[in-house]
C-alpha cells in the first residue's frame, strides 16, 4: 500500500449530496405545500380531484385543495380517485417506490 493515497472517506459527490439535503426544502411548511399537493410534481400523487384532476399525496392534502377550490362542493372523501390502487402496476411489491427527492443532476 506504500506510495498510494489513502482513498478519502468523504468524496466530493458524497458531500455535495449532504449539502443537497441540508439546503434543499424537503417541502416542510407553507412553502411546501404546493409541492405536496401534487399539483406542480404529480409524481407522488396518490389521490386525484374528481372535480379538476389535480392530485394529492394523502386525504389531508386533498381536503385543503378541495376546500381552496371547491368550497360550495361538500368534500366526499369516497369519490376521490385512489391512483395507487386503481392500475395494476401499482399491485406489484417488487416494483421500486419512486424517491422523494428529484433528479440530482441540476
Ligand atoms: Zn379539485
Redesign the pocket.
Given at each position: 500500500m506504500t506510495g498510494k493515497a489513502k482513498p478519502k472517506k468523504h468524496t466530493a459527490k458524497e458531500i455535495a449530496a449532504k449539502v443537497d439535503a441540508a439546503t434543499t426544502s424537503r417541502g416542510g411548511g407553507k412553502a411546501g405545500l404546493s409541492d405536496r399537493s401534487g399539483v406542480e410534481k404529480g409524481g407522488h400523487a396518490k389521490l386525484e380531484?374528481p372535480?379538476?384532476k389535480?392530485t394529492a399525496p394523502d386525504v389531508k392534502s386533498m381536503q385543503i385543495?378541495?376546500d381552496a377550490?371547491?368550497p360550495k362542493i361538500p368534500f366526499d372523501e369516497s369519490k376521490l380517485n385512489n391512483l395507487h390502487t386503481a392500475g395494476p402496476a401499482t399491485s406489484d411489491p417488487n416494483k421500486p417506490k419512486p424517491g422523494v427527492r428529484g433528479s440530482l443532476k441540476k
Open positions: 380531484c372535480l379538476c389535480t385543495h378541495h377550490r371547491h
